[in-house]
């Protein structure tokens, strides 16, 4: 990817990205927290249009900045404390975790930078989504009816999870 | 390690950089902070790195195939179905314990 | 019937062993039995004893060349031990004896144990010891000795701590044990060297190796180390100190097993290999210096103490070191002929001392004695043939034998060890016929009501007695049917040494004088007494014994309880020390790990992500070979 436009967008798209991410950490309030998310999720799913990869971007959308990020406003609800704020954002291993992500970070950096990547400049066909509805029933159609299973499993088992028990029922066998 | 002066091109090196620092703040968010649905919020954000850093390959090294892209698909699945049930998980600690503060949930060690 | 007898002399010790077997298992409840199965058995022993003696005479060629014969006992390769027989004049006497006077006494105990309890238990011991030491007199092999050696050990513990509701009997069995153990340990040494020079340890066989030997110095040792055996068994110095504690024992065991028998076990052993010490003459010198020196020590204090039987106890380790004497300056003839004569006289006092001792009840201190001769006769007069042979009176026994000794010892030139036998022999008399004074003559003890023993007692006293008298004639210098038939060397015909005959005559006879003056002259003995004020010092070291005892038990807790009060230090601040540092290691590793386990996901999560760094750090900068450490396929 060569164009200004292109380039440009890049570097937009990630000083958007990693700064919605680092004020999402260190927000007192869980309600920011969630939002600063949203934010970074579409921040990717831009990223996403901008690699051509328009169904994920769309599904990034879809899925990550509006559900996941509605669901962990209920959980956030869910769990209310009365005091939201909270006295202490940071446990008491910070300094330790600072040091070995900053270490991690350092030396995927580093081996990042200097690896040469196979890059192949064939071009993107241009139906992505017809392309990706094909492969997904043809060559990855195990895995795609797992991820079916999986989905009515994790269903049926949150609701097991959390469901309310109410006082002097039996309890379940 | 070459230092390039003016990169004008963006290339996987770019997004793997991007997908590595993203991943660098979740993970850091996951290991330091006190509230359990906060750690659930960065792993999110160390997921969305990795699917990143898969889209990046797929277009740059296998266009065609879309092998990258169809992994992120099932990645954000199972990430979908994990926050439910973890979320279902932390609601259900909460309504026994009360509390939310990871820093109080030490029953790993029995 | 000689030859017979002389080919089966095996039976001689098997038939006590057996009447010992059929006692403890069989007959214990019935006295009477157990009594006439010991001493037939021992009786049938002296007969078979007396054939086997007159083969002997017949054959004078057996004292060069003895009879042997053998069956394989144990056979390893690089070790064979052939036991069995070995008939030569030596043995044959000792057989002739041992039965002779063990059927005395035998016979002596059925009177004196009447009433006990353990009557035939005692019975039961008596055959054991009688099998043991006929064992031991006719072995053909050291290993074979030696077992018999420990047997007669045993049976000597066993007798003396007979009385076993006495503490003092305990104690006395338990010293005489570890005493004779000590011992018995360079016995062993010694045994143990000679089967690794010689590979053999068969009486004949090592005859002929051992005078051809050259490494002199290492047979010096083995022979010290051999010696210490005899030390401890015949009580010489310094391991004498358990025979006068033996009389605990009833006094027929003192009379057996302590004076004619068991103690001189000891003599036999270094008769026996008389050709080993010849071999290394200093080692002679040392068994002559000991044994010298023994009988000196034993015989000065024999005349201080009271008891009756500490008296011939103490007379019995002086005589046994005349007999060491006589063998370590060479002469076999005249320390065994005082063996001989020894056992018959020892014995036959001893008997009259048990004799005298059921009389008074067991009451045995000679100042509260007096003129037992009026109501006990036979006891009197045979104590005194006794008390006449070991005086050295001629004709009787004691006469012969101890000249003998001393003939050969200034014959051989040791001056010095003449002087001290000589003395010895004024003591010898002395402190013998001081015992008979204070206890057969002078005022009766009102408190006493003696009477004349049993005949069954009385009877082996008279025929002991006359052993005692006639026992001497066979080694006359005139009719010297002893010294052709057991000598050590070339035969050599005895002359009548006429200065030396009547000098040995004059200090016995001094000495029963001084005896005499002191102790019966004198009624009120107030002579005696004040001699023992002014020498009070003197007295004092004589009557406790030299202290020897008491130098013992000092160095028993000083050094041997010292040492285990180390040993036990030792054990708790250092073994315990370590165990117990072992498990607070174990605690401390453990509190020290326990800090990881926070039960907090964060944290390990945290050590997680620090393993990956780990591995990513060692797979970027080692290479790919260093993937293989980390699971991956090299």
Redesign the interface.
Known sequence: MSSVFQIGAFWLISLVIIFAAILMVSSRQLVHMVLWMAVCFLGVAAMYFLLDADYLGLVQIMVYAGAVSIMMIFGVMLTQRPDIRESLLFNSQLKLAVLVVLLLLVLTGGLTYQATWLQTGQAVPPNTIEHIGTLLLSRYVIPFEVAAVLLLVALVGAIVIAKEVKPGARSRD | MPVPAINLTVGPTNFVLLSAVLFAIGLFGALTRKNAIAVLMCIELMLNAVNLNLVAFSRFVTPQLFTGQIFTIFVITVAAAEVGVGLAIIINIYRHRLSVDLDDFDWLKW | MVDYFMYHAWLIPLLPALAFGCITLLTKQWKWLSATLSVGAMVSGFVMASFVMAGVLQHPELAEHPLVYTLTWLSMPGFTVNAGIQLDPLSAMMLFMVTLVASLIQIYSIGYMQGEKGFSVFFSYMSLFGASMLLLVSSANLLELFVAWEGVGVCSYLLIGFYNHKISAREAAKKAFITTRIGDTGLLLGLLALQLIFGTLSISELAQKIPQYQNIPLLITVAVLFFLGPIGKSGQFPLHVWLPDAMEGPTPVSALIHAATMVVAGVYLVGRVLFMFATVPPVMELVAWVGGFTAIFAASIAITQRDMKRILAYSTVSQIGYMMLGLGVGSLTSGFFHLWTHAFFKALMFLGAGSVLLALHHKGDVWQMGGLIKKMPVTAITFMAGGLAIAGIPPFAGFWSKGDILDATLATGHVALFVIGAFTAFLTAFYIWRLIFLAFFGPENPENHPQESPAVMTVPLVILAALATVGGLVGTPWWDLWGRFIHFGAYEAPVANWPLMIGDFLLGAIGIFAAYMFYCRDREKVQIRELQRRFSGLYNLLYHKYYVDEIYMWFNHTMVDGVARLMYLFDIYVVDGIVNGLGATAIAAGAGLRVF??????????VF??G??AV??LL?FTGPQAAWLVGGVR
């Open positions: 386990q926070t039960g907090r996901l964060q944290n390990y999560a945290l992500f620090l990956v760094l990513a750090v970027a």
